[in-house]
């Protein structure tokens, strides 16, 4: 893992760290909270190891990064996901997919409504807060908005007893995604929210998702 900064189109530094190389670009989105990026380590070095270039980082305001000097911007956090992808553009990825956990799982729909560098996938991991106000025009404000306007490959999974979001929310939020492309998974209960669906437990193992979600990667970006 290489850990590198960057600047955001509206001057924000963004701490990063960066793991394999290639053409298949994978930029991966935090929970809330402070544990930041740090939470998406092991799954990013699983992903190196198997041919992607992945970029994970701390959104502004979270961990080492910056915070915008002028206040807020309403569409703050999706100038960071944009940053992180034309990074991965500009260090020759040839294919970028968005993997997102709960917030950050709907901050990656949103994202992949309006994809600014080009998007060719997203996967959303227990996608939450469907009807929070995330961004601003051009944006779609919440997730369930970007759902029409999403018209790329999507997976997405969701714990059958999840405490933040339901089987029955994320049916709908599936079943309004404008692509024919559209996977869920719905999982049994004590599979875990988040990253914690595609990352190894205390013993050492890693769940069948996650090697599910490297067959969707694979997929997308060939």
Same mark, same amino acid.
């Given at each position: 893992?290489?850990?590198?900064?960057?600047?955001?189109? &509206?001057?924000v530094q963004i701490a990063a760290a960066e793991a394999g190389a290639g053409?298949?670009?994978?930029?991966?989105?935090?929970?809330?909270?402070?544990?930041?990026?740090?939470?998406?380590?092991?799954?990013? $070095?699983? !992903?190196?190891?198997?041919?992607?270039?992945?970029?994970?980082?701390?959104?502004?305001?979270?961990?080492?990064?910056?915070?915008?000097?002028?206040?807020? &911007?309403?569409?703050?956090?999706?100038? #960071?996901? &944009?940053?992180?992808? +034309?990074?991965?553009? /500009?260090?020759?990825?040839?294919?970028?997919? /968005?993997?997102? @956990?709960?917030?950050?799982?709907?901050?990656?729909?949103?994202? %992949? @409504?309006?994809?600014r560098p080009r998007i060719d996938g997203v996967v959303a991991l227990?996608?939450?807060?469907?009807? !929070? *106000?995330?961004?601003?025009? *051009?944006? *779609? =404000?919440?997730? +369930?908005?970007? $759902? =029409?306007?999403?018209?790329? *490959?999507?997976?997405?999974?969701?714990?059958?007893?999840?405490?933040?979001?339901?089987?029955?929310?994320?049916?709908? !939020?599936? @079943?309004?995604?404008?692509?024919?492309?559209?996977?869920?998974?719905?999982?049994?209960? %004590?599979?875990?929210?988040?990253?914690?669906?595609? $990352?190894? #437990?205390?013993?050492?193992? +890693?769940? =069948?998702?996650? &090697?599910?979600?490297?067959?969707? /990667?694979? +997929?997308?970006?060939?």
């Amino acid at each position: 893992m290489r850990p590198i900064g960057l600047r955001t189109s &509206d001057g924000v530094q963004i701490a990063a760290a960066e793991a394999g190389a290639g053409a298949r670009g994978v930029v991966l989105v935090h929970e809330l909270g402070r544990q930041g990026m740090c939470g998406w380590w092991d799954y990013a $070095a699983y !992903l190196s190891t198997r041919g992607f270039h992945v970029l994970l980082f701390d959104h502004r305001c979270v961990g080492d990064s910056g915070c915008p000097a002028g206040g807020n &911007d309403r569409n703050g956090l999706m100038s #960071d996901i &944009d940053t992180a992808g +034309r990074f991965l553009r /500009l260090h020759g990825a040839r294919k970028l997919v /968005l993997i997102g @956990a709960s917030q950050g799982a709907s901050e990656a729909l949103i994202a %992949g @409504a309006i994809p600014r560098p080009r998007i060719d996938g997203v996967v959303a991991l227990s996608a939450d807060e469907l009807e !929070l *106000p995330l961004t601003a025009p *051009p944006y *779609p =404000p919440t997730a +369930r908005a970007a $759902a =029409p306007k999403l018209r790329l *490959p999507a997976m997405l999974a969701v714990e059958a007893a999840d405490r933040y979001v339901s089987v029955h929310d994320t049916r709908r !939020l599936v @079943a309004g995604i404008n692509s024919r492309d559209k996977r869920l998974i719905e999982l049994p209960a %004590g599979a875990g929210h988040g990253w914690n669906l595609v $990352a190894t #437990d205390g013993s050492g193992k +890693r769940p =069948p998702l996650s &090697d599910t979600v490297v067959a969707f /990667l694979r +997929r997308v970006t060939t």
